[in-house]
């Protein structure tokens, strides 16, 4: 088991996240898979060498979520050479569907739900509820962390533009 970060994410009361908290110049994880919506396994290969913003959040089926993961859709319409991955533990189907009534085009939706790989390599799994903390990531092309925030509190939102910032000086 990776390392326990003590209340670090507030989920219904102070909870722990598992795995290392990464830091800008840290190198992203690349050992883990996640699953599209098709059901086809993701592996990190797909997401490695190529600069990217990655948003984890609890589901897409919450409020928080749903607004986080539209505006990162907007954004990225903006930013051409960069992809945007959303990843929760959402089934595939539940985000299949989310994206068809939202309507995101421009955020890809994968799951950790089948592996759970990617929560403990990133530190943001929450074992005591078996969902993902809200954090974002932005990742050159080397697969370089150039900029990360784990969000403290469920219930709040990222700081968007210093994330969208980030993304812009990579591009």
């Not at 994880?29 to 600069?51: E, H, I, M, R, Y």
């Not at 609890?58 to 990225?76: G, H, I, K, Q």
């Amino acid at each position: 088991m990776a390392e326990l970060r003590k209340n670090a994410f507030i989920f219904k009361g102070p909870v722990d996240l598992e795995g290392p908290q990464l830091k800008a110049g840290d190198r992203a994880p690349n050992d883990f898979t996640l699953t599209a919506n098709d059901l086809s396994p993701v592996p990190a290969s797909q997401l490695s060498g190529k600069p990217r913003i990655v948003i984890t959040v609890p589901s897409l089926d919450t409020s928080v979520c749903d607004l986080e993961t539209r505006r990162f859709n907007e954004e990225a319409a903006k930013l051409s050479g960069l992809s945007v991955w959303a990843v929760s533990m959402d089934l595939p189907f539940a985000q299949k569907r989310w994206c068809g009534a939202a309507g995101i085009k421009n955020v890809r939706t994968v799951s950790d739900y089948k592996s759970r790989s990617f929560g403990p390599a990133f530190g943001v799994w929450i074992p005591a509820v078996g969902l993902l903390s809200r954090a974002v990531f932005v990742i050159d092309g080397k697969d370089t962390v150039r900029h990360v925030e784990y969000v403290k509190e469920v219930g709040l939102e990222p700081d968007y533009k210093a994330a969208l910032d980030a993304a812009k000086a990579m591009l």
